[in-house]
């Protein structure tokens, strides 16, 4: 049977570090779409002190996305809707979990809308497992030796206690 997903999206993030929350949008969005590129952001105005290089951060990602064939892994340091029509994407999907998210990614839409309107925006629903998961969180978590489990793989626990541990 001829395979039901088309097209390429791109799923953006800084994965500094990558979570289980994160996998579960990117693995969703590979169901639907037939390629995915996660796009990781190597220089962000907003955020610039990032625990892992943009290196380490594509390979903790490519390393749980292997399996699934049909997603890539790209570093990108320009605007992410100019890397969106770069790579030929018809959409840049991203997860949703609070109302919290809603407000900056409602204002992210409009910006990106206004200068590409031929790139769409999707957003998926977290799942309640992940709804409370952010980066930041995990971080907080491993700055105070707090159990990482279920929130981040495991290779990537280790690495961020290591780094991290007080
Ligand atoms: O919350 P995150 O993971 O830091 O989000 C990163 C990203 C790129 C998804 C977010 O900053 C965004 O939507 N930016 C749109 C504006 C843009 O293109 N910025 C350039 C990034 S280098």
């Known amino acids: 049977m001829?395979?039901?997903?088309?097209?390429?999206?791109?799923?953006?993030?800084?994965?500094?570090?990558?979570?289980?929350?994160?996998?579960?949008?990117?693995?969703?969005?590979?169901?639907?779409?037939?390629?995915?590129?996660?796009?990781?952001?190597?220089?962000?105005?907003?955020?610039?002190?990032?625990?892992?290089?943009?290196?380490?951060?594509?390979?903790?990602?490519?390393?749980?996305?292997?399996?699934?064939?049909?997603?890539?892994?790209?570093?990108?340091s320009m605007l992410l809707v100019h890397f969106a029509r770069e790579n030929g994407a018809k959409a840049v999907v991203k997860g949703l979990r609070a109302i919290s998210d809603f407000e900056y990614e409602f204002e992210m839409n409009q910006l990106n809308r206004k200068m590409a309107p031929d790139v769409e925006s999707m957003y998926l629903m977290a799942a309640p497992e992940y709804s409370f998961l952010s980066s930041s969180g995990v971080k907080e978590i491993a700055t105070f030796g707090g159990d990482l489990t279920g929130l981040v793989p495991a290779p990537v626990a280790s690495r961020l206690q290591e780094a991290l541990k007080r």
């Not at 390429?8 to 969005?29: C, E, M, Q």
């Open 2 to 76: 001829a395979s039901e997903r088309d097209g390429t999206a791109i799923v953006p993030g800084s994965y500094d570090p990558v979570t289980l929350g994160h996998l579960d949008i990117i693995s969703r969005t590979a169901e639907v779409f037939e390629h995915v590129i996660v796009g990781v952001v190597n220089a962000s105005v907003r955020k610039s002190n990032y625990v892992f290089s943009v290196e380490e951060r594509v390979e903790f990602i490519e390393s749980e996305v292997a399996a699934l064939g049909n997603v890539e892994v790209k570093p990108f």
